[in-house]
């Protein structure tokens, strides 16, 4: 089964974060949030965002697929035993103030065992369990995000801190088996997300990025 965007996207989380032993890929846990974060687009100037980027051990090129959208596509390179593949994801830049966040809407094509219905199929055949299954609501994965003149760099969310204050009850949400799913957050809580004293982002292993190529 192909891989869903989501989980292309969560992977090239770990991947920026590799470098910077930041430890997301082994488990594929992440952040998911119901809409992407940020209320406002951000418009994409290619001449600024789009070109091949360079960080330790790895290497991604973007593209702007439509600028007043904020939308923008990461290409990149995966080896593994079969042989090399080219990975894309998709997403979109969204600020709110000062703080710019990348979304990428996670895809993944296999719903949640209890998205199904208890009864789906019985006595109704294939058409009736197609009907039983409960479609899974979107949600994103999603990283903090700093563009400079000619340097792009990445916080990825602190999971092992979002499932504490989720289980406490600061944020909305609850503990998944891959990770964290947020509720609707408030602007007092997303000023938490990006607070430094919160350690809800990895702050002290950004991924940094350095264009190398327009």
């Known amino acids: 089964m192909r891989e869903g965007a989501g989980r292309a996207a ?18 594929c846990e992440a952040v998911y949030t119901p809409q992407p974060l940020g209320d406002e687009v951000v418009a994409l100037d290619p001449a600024e965002w789009q070109g091949t980027w360079l ?3 790895m290497v991604i090129t973007t593209t702007v697929l439509d600028g007043a959208a ?17 990975e894309i994801a998709e997403g979109s830049i969204r600020a709110s103030g000062d703080w710019t966040f990348a979304n990428i ?3 993944t094509e296999e719903p949640p065992a209890d998205a199904q219905g208890e009864e789906g199929g019985q006595g109704e055949g294939e058409a009736g369990a197609a009907a039983d299954v409960i479609p899974a609501a979107p949600r994103y994965v999603w ?3 700093e563009k400079g003149e000619n340097h792009l760099t990445l916080w990825s969310p602190n999971v092992e801190q979002f499932k504490i204050l989720v289980g406490d009850g600061r944020l909305p949400g609850r503990v998944t088996d891959d990770g ?35």
């Open 10 to 27: 969560a992977r090239l989380a770990s991947r920026l974060m590799a470098a910077f032993a930041v430890v997301v890929l082994a488990g």
């Open 105 to 107: 809407l996670d895809e």
């Open 70 to 86: 904020g939308r923008l596509q990461a290409a990149w390179i995966e080896r593994g035993t079969a042989g090399a593949t080219l």
């Open 55 to 57: 960080a330790p051990d």
């Open 143 to 145: 990283l903090r995000v």
């Open 180 to 214: 964290v799913e947020l509720g609707e957050l408030s602007p007092e809580q997303l000023r938490m997300i990006n607070d430094p004293a919160s350690n809800l982002l990895n702050w002290a292993d950004p991924a940094v990025f350095v264009r190398i190529a327009e």
